[in-house]
């Protein structure tokens, strides 16, 4: 079945196309994880925050990422890293157009 994980954490920047600048290596080596359907990149300037909702293939590989990815954060200083894994209903989702 497939899973969703929630991440965010404190970020203070860049935003938009300059955090596409900065973090276009990081995409592509996320891109690369095993398991990975998709993920969206998340942003709040207001909260300074930033993060991601990811779609796994099964929950194995979406703990398995989480636990390697909070690490890799943590080394870049970030101190505090959230982050959930939810079941995802895809009968539900599919009636509000979720691509599952």
Same mark, same amino acid.
């Given at each position: ?14 935003? @938009? ?33 930033? @993060? @991601?909702?990811?779609? %796994? ?19 870049? @200083? ?7 894994? %939810? ?14």
């Amino acid at each position: 079945m497939s899973c969703i994980l929630q991440v965010d954490f404190p970020y203070t920047g860049p935003w @938009g196309p300059e955090m596409t600048a900065a973090m276009d290596g990081l995409a592509r080596s996320i891109a690369d994880e095993p398991g990975l359907v998709w993920k969206i990149w998340t942003e709040n300037r207001q909260a300074n925050e930033a @993060g @991601g909702i990811y779609c %796994f293939k099964d929950a194995q590989s979406a703990q398995a990422y989480l636990t390697m990815h909070t690490a890799r954060l943590k080394s870049f @200083g970030i101190p505090q890293v959230n982050g959930k894994i %939810f079941e995802v209903n895809e009968s539900l989702s599919k009636i509000g157009r979720a691509p599952v």
